[in-house]
């Protein structure tokens, strides 16, 4: 009798089944489908991806051979064609490298490309700081004055950038011979616990022609 019973629930049990899997075993399907060509998909999208990095790696390696080389036309060209693109960080990478090959030949034409970069909204703003750091070391010739406004906005105490900053208003002092504002910038850099320790190093320099001030000529 049990035997019985039990073949009666075990049969219960397959129609229970069966009836299910003929309601709702076309989404099961469905949705495993979905998921293996999501995955696929994915990993395609991920190759992809990959792919494009190293072909941008391999272009902004490339343009920047050909600028050491001295064929600065045709790398400057390959380093805008990357900028225009999608690729990642890549655009931003070159649009730099492209400022600064500018700035090897012209002061005032890669300061003007990094003062773009420095305006672009699009651009991170630790990445624009950087941009007018750049453009202030390059007008520090040409154009001291504004080169010292960049550069002030630069050496305030939160900012990523203000070691370098302190340290160029420092030196552009003391080419001036103004050796008051020195000491004061190099007496910024040695109270800020955040300074460098290769840049407290050149401090002991700084300092010491601070100290012993303007060279008399006979």
């Known amino acids: 009798m049990n035997e019985f019973f039990r073949e009666v629930d075990e049969e219960f049990r397959r129609d229970r089944a069966m009836a299910f899997w003929k309601r709702w075993?076309?989404?099961?399907?469905?949705?495993?489908?979905?998921?293996?060509?999501?995955?696929?998909?994915?990993?395609?999208?991920?190759?992809?991806?990959?792919?494009?990095?190293?072909?941008?790696?391999?272009?902004?390696?490339d343009a920047q051979q050909m600028i050491n080389?001295?064929?600065?036309?045709s790398g400057i060209a390959?380093?805008?064609?990357?900028?225009?693109?999608?690729?990642?960080?890549?655009p931003l990478l070159a649009r730099f490298r492209i400022a600064a090959a500018l700035g090897e030949q012209s002061a005032s034409r890669g300061a003007e490309a990094f003062d773009d970069l420095a305006s672009d909204a699009s651009v991170p703003t630790s990445m624009r700081d950087l941009a007018s750091l750049r453009a202030a070391m390059l007008r520090l010739?040409?154009?001291?004055?504004?080169?010292?406004?960049?550069?002030?906005?630069?050496?305030?105490?939160?900012?990523?950038?203000?070691?370098?900053?302190?340290?160029?208003?420092?030196?552009?002092?003391?080419?001036?011979?103004?050796?008051?504002?020195?000491?004061?910038w190099f007496d910024e850099?040695?109270?800020?616990?955040?300074?460098?320790?290769?840049?407290?190093?050149?401090?002991e320099i700084y300092s010491a022609l601070v100290a012993a001030g303007p060279v008399e000529t006979m």
């Not at 630069?154 to 420092?170: F, I, K, Q, T």
């Not at 850099?189 to 401090?203: E, F, H, I, K, N």
């Open 141 to 184: 010739d040409t154009d001291p004055a504004a080169a010292a406004a960049a550069l002030e906005e630069l050496a305030v105490p939160d900012n990523a950038y203000r070691h370098s900053a302190r340290e160029a208003l420092g030196l552009a002092a003391l080419r001036r011979d103004n050796y008051d504002e020195a000491g004061r």
């Open 69 to 73: 080389e001295g064929n600065r036309d």
């Open 78 to 90: 390959m380093l805008e064609e990357l900028a225009e693109g999608e690729r990642g960080g890549f």
């Open 25 to 61: 075993g076309g989404v099961f399907v469905a949705v495993a489908v979905l998921v293996v060509a999501g995955v696929g998909g994915w990993r395609y999208w991920e190759y992809i991806e990959t792919q494009r990095a190293h072909e941008a790696s391999a272009q902004l390696f």
């Open 189 to 203: 850099m040695a109270a800020d616990p955040d300074t460098p320790s290769g840049l407290r190093g050149r401090l």
